[in-house]
């Protein structure tokens, strides 16, 4: 079987090593790919990139591919699915019509309301006076969010009403995140601890896979914008039987049936980003059409069945006869990202230290190139170090020193990736 893995960061590097590693696959083409999946067994980048679906079909029918699978967000809410349908090739990925629960926070909030599935109350206004309104009223803190997709950073989490009604100032002039905050989505700020679930579908069965936790905010102690994410773990402790049980209840199934009933079956990847309280209710804090990244890492490293076989059958309405199994270790992933990131940062930086990880550690790529057979960077987040252990503290301490094996010009990396885990595993 050859595959296809459309995308360029870390969790198209951890898509194109778990499929590579199963029997049945003979080649993966990543589009465009970094330096990590250049490098990867069995893998080769091709010089697409993830909006050009002519290229890609054509690449498709040129190698013989016979199933292509997407990683980032784009090329769903513009269509890949249609484009590939159209040719008459296997392409596991939402509808763009499905791939609005990510694609428009404001078609996700109906969506919920209509099929009540748990989620923050809330106001969508591409009007300042309205919003300005709303947020004296409510009061802080309280939640801003670009309606439109803006790279996992379209968020704020306003700790007073200055700064909600600066951050809603801003997104609505575009400004900020350009037509992607053209409207904004104003939510009640929620207690807990957030986790992430991601399952795949065929429209109609759900396979859940392990679940895990990312870390937004750029620095410590969860302080500083927020981020594409600064690294990962699974399982999360939070998310325990009854949990699980309520989020496969309430958000997940009704997600799935709702989107059918809606005329609009959803096949792909479903994230759900939630929040758990302290009496372990759970509500949706977002959607996401696609795999998690850096979840993807952590959970993709634990991964013990065959992920090319689960898409192909999900692809074809298959799934009722699969299962999912995941090894018993704890795998923790810390991302290691390019100084001043997510605002302005610099790239081009030659990247150290690869070869003097530590065993048993797997770094993916993510924004990296080669250049002159030199490693650099090429983008905010450079890479994801995961390590995995029966004793998450452990695995904790090896992906450090895995990180700490590596360097280059005004890296970054939170030191403190896990804490909430400790947390609760020393209580």
Known sequence: MNLLVIGSGGREHALAWALARDDMVERVFVAPGNAGTANESKCTNVAIPVSDFDAQIALCKREHIDLTIVGPEDPLVNGIREHFDSAELKCFAPSREAAQLEGSKAFAKDFMQRHDIPTASHLTTSHLDEAVAHIMEHGSPIVVKANGLAAGKGVVVAQTNAEAVEAATEMLSGNRFGEAGREIVIEEFLEGEEASYIVMSDGDI?????????????????????????????????????????????????????????????????????MISKNKDVHVVEFNCRFGDPEAQPVLYRLRSNLSSLCYSAVNGQLSTKTIEFDDRAAVGVVVASGGYPEHYETGYTISGLDHTPAGTKTFHAGTQIQDDEILTSGGRVLCVVAADTDFVRARQQAYQGVEAIDFKDRHFRTDIGYRAIGRLQN
Do not use: C, W
């Not at 302080?223 to 989020?247: C, F, H, Q, R, W």
């Not at 799935?256 to 079956?265: E, K, Q």
């Open 206 to 274: 759900v396979l859940p896979f392990a679940s895990s936790q990312d870390h937004k905010p750029v620095f410590d102690g969860g302080l500083g914008p927020n981020t594409g994410g600064m690294g990962a773990y699974s399982p999360a402790p939070v998310v325990d039987d009854a949990v699980e049980t309520k989020i496969l209840d309430e958000v997940i199934r009704p997600t799935i049936d709702g989107m059918a009933a809606d005329g609009t079956p959803f096949q792909g990847f479903l994230y759900a980003g939630l």
